[in-house]
């Protein structure tokens, strides 16, 4: 195999390589990144455990479905006309066993 042959092999295997390397950081990174997002997003709901008869729950929605839904505990809405991409802030329940609805907005 003359030079030129060898150099080319060489940038080829060297990029084969590298690219492998690359390819495990990104796995490596979504392993990291995907338990570190799913414990910031959940977290915050638990409360520190300052009461523990309360439960706080947040309606979000990411439905393009429905332009607006309204988050109904024991038939009573505690938060009304979430539109689609918002967030409502958290609400307090009981935290006993309850009946939980997710409806259109101002459907009963």
Known sequence: MDDACESAASRAAESAFCDGRRGAGRRL?????????????????????????RANLRLVNASLAYPALDLVVDDKAV????????????????????????????SP
Request: hydrophobic content about 45%; glycine content about 16%; some cysteine.
């Open 29 to 53: 990174l979504r392993v990291i990144a995907l338990p570190l997002f799913v414990a910031a997003v959940a977290l915050p709901g638990c409360g520190g455990g300052a009461d523990a008869t």
């Open 79 to 106: 938060q009304s006309g979430v539109g689609y991409g918002e967030r409502a802030d958290y609400e307090g329940v009981d935290a006993e066993q309850v009946d939980v609805r997710i409806s259109r907005a101002g």
